[in-house]
């Protein structure tokens, strides 16, 4: 597997540090509010599982999954629900955990979806973002890191469903997908 990784970008240490200081911050801001944490599945796994475990609040863990890309690099810009939340969201608030945040189609659509159920609020995290390619305009609360536009696996992100265990980020080799 690691020779189809070009470089790592962030390494296990620096994500874990990072997520130690998301988890403080929620904790602190969250404390008087009935969080729920809502994983968008797959990529927000090992982000989500790490995360929560920083969190030293009472909250709640739901999954949705939508499909936006299929197979391919780039947005297709159709997002389509594929596992809806288990149970209602009605006034709670709500903590969007997001693998990484390209073009925001995803999120722009999501977070529409959930705003219609009356939640008290709805806000965004995500471990990674890619300001340059933004097309949806989104307010994201707790960022990770901010990325270059290559294109990124490990610590959840695949490629064609491959790669999401590695325990870093890197860039994927360019021959792997062209
Ligand atoms: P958006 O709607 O363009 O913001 O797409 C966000 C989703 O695309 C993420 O949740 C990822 O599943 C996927 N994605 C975007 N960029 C990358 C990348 O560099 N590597 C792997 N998946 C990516
Ligand atoms: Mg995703």
Redesign the pocket.
Known sequence: MREDIEKILIDEEQISKKIKEIGNNISRDYKEKDLILIG?LK?SVMYMANLAKEIDIPCTMDFMSVS??GNSTT?SGVVKILKDLDASIEGKDVLIV??????????KYLQKYLRAKNPNSVEITTLLN?PERRKADIYVKYVGFEVPDY???GYG???AEKYRNLPYIGILKEEIYK
């Open positions: 968008v990529g936006s890309y947005s997001e693998d990484i945040i390209d073009s925001g189609i995803t999120l890619k294109f990124l696996v992100l695949d490629y």
